[in-house]
């Protein structure tokens, strides 16, 4: 297990392994970043030849490794790309590219710009979630990481940075919690396990002297029947695995204010009778990536000891095609009594939420946010790397916020007046599931939620795009699942609970 510690020291006096430290682009040649003054100094005039001919640029996403030969007390350095600009974003994804470019060393010393909480929060998650791995089903089941690594800021003694440290630690856990279900095979995650998964995650999370308080109910088949969950369990119908809902609470004493989070947990999506093809299910694995981001972030905002209270809902089904499976045509009564006609059993996130979402207005809470992998309509929009955010325009504003600083990318989608004419467009239910009219899906979906909001501020964040990575990795981004959304969520509560 790797252990981390904060140190105001010489990046060029200190003895590791390998010494990272960061290259700004400028219009007179690369330059090297604050942080590793020392190291340029120690080097001297030979510096910018020896950049120059190492073809070293600054962009972002360069890693140059080279021998100091007894120039620093590190026999090496390794010199990530920050671009033109060294901001947080910059140095996040920059120490999550030298995560990678270093794991064979046994210690590590970390030079990135890194003198205020902002930028030590950034190095600390990047450098974490850049080398993350998931090896549960390797053969050799460990990966190669460092002992021991040291981040390296000339405010380290200050008691803003010291807390930004252990807090970045705490979030990049939860982080790496949400890759962990993320990635987990659909067998071995289906609603009654995740449920199960939780379960003991909860407890962890929640023994020994000084741990947060999280209550957690699991809700199983019969229990939602008793209650009428017809969105869960219309979806779960199909499957051998039934559904589940899971609910935390945190409630910490003086807690003023209230944030219902809400995730969508379709632990495996065929498509159900309107069958994805082939090529379309490799990922659906990570349907469920909503539930797990709300979980790991209920675990964090606890952990950080934020005083909120949080109440998270957590709906699970598995969308399978059988005998017994939702039909196109069906009409659901969900849990509070709304009837929804089933036009798509392909949109089915939609449904576990909506019930969800009621419960979650009876805690009466000041705001709701929910995460969901939603809409295809959204990754064609907006990409596979920015998430959409729809909903109160307030809320929308904050959660934007909120996601720069945490260094994730969204964007504000609207819903437009004219979506309320098509989910009001059946003619035997309340609200129509979906309509086969090619455009604006996902804003039809958002429209459907705010159904079931009972007017309470909530905004809705569809992960389609970036929840997982089927390609290389980038920056502080690893394949698979990447855990979009919890540092969000994160950053929302802790300025929720100062505003």
Known sequence: MTTYTLRSASPAKTRSDAVVVGVVQSSKGPALADGGEDVAQAYGRKLRPLLSSLGVTGKAGEVVKLPTGGTLSSPLLVLVGLGKEPTANAVRKAAGVASRGVSNAASVALALPGDSPELVRAVVEGYLLGGYAFTTYKKNGSSDRPNDVVVLSSGARRKEVTTAFEDAQLVARAVAGTRDWVNTPPGDLTPPKFADAVTAATKERTKGKGAPK???????????????????????????????????????????????????????????????????????????????????????????????????????????????????????????????????????????????????????PDVILDVATLTGH???????????????????????????????????????????????????????????????????????????????????????GPSFNSGGPWGHVTAGGTGVAVSTLVEYARTFAES
């Open 378 to 464: 959204m990754v064609v929009a907006l990409g596979d790397r920015v998430a959409g955010v729809m909903g109160s325009e307030d809320i929308v504003a904050d959660v934007l916020a909120a996601a720069a600083s945490a260094g994730e990318e969204m964007w504000p989608m609207p819903i437009p007046e004219g979506m309320n004419d098509r989910i009001h467009s059946s003619k035997i239910a309340d609200l129509s599931q979906h309509d086969w009219i090619r455009w604006g899906g996902g804003l039809f979906a958002a429209a459907f939620l705010r159904e079931f909001t009972a007017g309470v501020p909530w905004a809705h964040l569809d992960i389609a």
């Open 214 to 364: 999280i209550s957690i109910r699991v809700l199983d088949d019969a229990e939602l029947t008793d209650l009428g969950c017809g969105g869960i369990l219309g979806v779960g119908a199909g499957s051998s695995a039934p559904p589940r809902l899971v609910e935390l609470t945190y409630a910490p004493k003086g807690a003023t204010k209230h944030l219902a989070l809400v995730g969508k947990g379709i632990t495996f999506d065929s498509g159900g009778l309107t069958i994805k093809p082939a090529q379309g299910m490799g990922e659906m694995k990570s349907d469920m990536a909503g539930a797990a981001a709300v979980v790991q972030a209920t675990y964090a905002i606890a952990a950080l000891g934020l005083p909120i209270k949080v109440s998270t809902f957590a709906p699970m089904a598995e969308n399978m095609v059988s005998g017994s499976a939702l039909r196109p045509g069906d009409v659901l009564r969900m849990y509070g009594g709304t009837t929804v006609e089933i036009q798509n059993t392909d949109a089915e996130g939609r449904l576990i939420l909506a019930d969800a979402l009621v419960r979650a207005t009876e805690q009466k």
